[in-house]
């Protein structure tokens, strides 16, 4: 990984993977793909080259690649979940189309490949828990459907044409730099901005619904291994289980509470995003992560909590 572009760089994963990959990878460039509306702001914009990048246009992507060499795209263009199931046709557009244009492009110019397939690419056939590396794959959300179809197309292009196309199944992600939009997991976020402002939150998920989750760092951490990682090692490839912790909305109140005593909860379940997760695993097994690629989290509940209340105050300027 030398010259690489991140595609999607101002979403939630994008803003920080870019700046994560232009402070620890320095030698390159790491240029920030955005699309109008989006633009990057601030260290993002200073910090490195940015271009307007609509996945959707393959003539866009390939003159970047050639302007600046790209050897690895990190592909992040996607609807989450409940945005998806409104805008199905949408979601299949930027998912499947945006994918396709990226694998040609990477089999032509001879990139890798990076593109998160999720917890949501699993559906109510499979193990709820330990879910398996290995396991039934049928979704019932727009969103998954594109997730597993992304799977299967980035092995077809490794096994047909030799692109070097790696991928994690995210669990939800959690930090307190850029807002995710349009998630089943987004309460996971909401909860740390509504408890550091005193606020009673209302959440959109049932108590008892489990589901794995990550904290920013660590998501970091595993796009960047996983493409540094020694190829022969590599059983699977698109795309691991990784997790480091699994809650309800009751734990990951009772984690807060323990910092922030007064904090107030109640239910209104959103009929959507409650179906959604009762789809989704409670907690994924990530052993075939940990043994091909080193795969371990750094963070837990706990010590998540702890770090989230911290830069949410500082970030919110809140004593
Ligand atoms: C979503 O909730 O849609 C995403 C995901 C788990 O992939 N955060």
């Not at 760089?9 to 030698?27: F, N, V």
């Not at 509306?37 to 996945?55: M, R």
Request: hydrophobic share 35%; aromatic share 8%.
């Amino acid at each position: 990984m030398k010259n690489i572009l991140v595609i999607g760089a101002t979403g939630q994963i994008g803003s920080e993977l870019t700046m994560k990959l232009r402070h620890d990878l320095p030698g390159g460039v790491t240029v920030a793909g955005y699309i109008p509306g989006s633009e990057p702001k601030g260290k993002l914009l200073e910090s490195g080259p940015a271009e307007k990048c609509n996945v959707c246009d393959a003539k866009q992507i390939a003159e970047i690649v050639d302007k600046y060499d790209i050897d690895t795209i990190y592909n992040l263009a996607a609807l989450l979940s409940a945005t998806a199931e409104r805008l199905p046709l949408k979601a299949w557009d930027i998912q499947m189309n945006g994918l396709i244009n990226v694998l040609e492009i990477a089999r032509e110019k001879h990139c890798a490949v990076f593109t998160p397939s999720s917890i949501g690419s699993f559906g109510p056939d499979t193990p709820r828990d330990n879910t398996p590396q290995d396991t039934i794959q049928r979704p019932t959300s727009m969103y998954g459907v594109t997730k597993v179809a992304t799977e299967l197309l980035s092995d077809y292009y490794h096994i047909k044409y030799g692109v070097d196309t790696r991928s994690v199944r995210f669990p939800g992600l959690i930090s307190y730099t850029t807002l995710p939009g349009g998630g089943t997991t987004d309460y996971a976020v909401e909860i740390y901005y509504a408890a550091v402002k005193g606020e009673e939150f209302v959440c959109p998920l049932a108590p008892g619904t489990y589901l794995d989750m990550m904290y920013m760092p660590d998501a970091l951490k595993a796009a960047v291994n996983i493409m540094q990682a020694r190829e022969r090692y590599l059983v699977h490839r698109n795309s691991f289980n990784i997790t480091s912790m699994s809650f309800d909305p009751e734990g990951i109140a009772a984690a807060i509470r323990k910092e922030i005593p007064d904090f107030r909860m109640r239910y209104e379940v959103d009929p959507v995003r409650q179906s959604i997760a009762d789809s989704w695993p409670n907690r994924m097994d990530d052993v075939c992560a940990r043994k091909e690629w080193g795969w371990t989290p750094s963070y837990n509940l706990e010590t998540m909590t702890h770090d989230m209340i911290v830069n949410l105050r500082l970030k919110l300027g809140i004593k």
